[in-house]
């Protein structure tokens, strides 16, 4: 079976432009989350999609957005950038809720 | 809201030497799952406990979880290289997401 997959794997973005990042779960996963992840502030949840329903949502500003599609494929938007987004960006699937969490390699974006 | 702190930080070792980290939720867990990162990598699963007080052995790693099921430990026997790298908790609250420890980084000298 094929892993997460998270495309681009590096991102350069200038402040104030905004950002869509893509992720593709295990087939037949139907959850999908998002974290951040940076030095300072460990994994930080954004959201969980599951049956292209948001379940959760993490604390962070509405700037931060997603959405999945039928095919359980998910993709993570962030507009007006700002310097402190910058960091890692780990996808993740899981078969249900009490499965444990297959992560992406991530996309690392960086904010100039 | 819930918070999952890790201890300690950082640990350094020599090659042979035991390790261990521990993990506390400010709430009680549903279940608590303990992954890896090695550098440059992304988080891998190693173990899930679910049950009050269980203990969970894999070669030379043991993972501990609470009577409280508030805290957990996982303790590795003798370290080697191919140990080195972050050991995060995640804690499952009864909302259903999961909330990540700070982690752990261990390095091992040779």
Partial sequence: KAGVTQ???YLI???GQQVTLSCSPISGHRSVSWYQQ???QGLQFLFEYFSETQRNKGN???RFSGR???NSRSEMNVSTLELGDSALYLCASRVDQNSPLHF???TRLTVT | GQQVMQI???QHVQEGEDFTTYCNSSTTLS???WYKQRPGGHPVFLIQLVKSGEVKKQKRLTFQFGEAKKNSSLHITATQTTDVGTYFCAGLNYGQNFVFGPGTRLSVLP
């Fill in chain 2, 8 to 10: 300690p930080q950082y």
């Fill in chain 1, 68 to 70: 999945q599609f039928s």
């Fill in chain 1, 38 to 40: 940076t030095p300072g």
């Fill in chain 1, 60 to 62: 962070f500003p509405g």
């Fill in chain 1, 7 to 9: 495309t681009p794997r």
């Fill in chain 1, 104 to 106: 992406g390699n991530g």
């Fill in chain 2, 31 to 33: 279940n608590i799952q």
């Fill in chain 1, 13 to 15: 973005k200038t402040r």
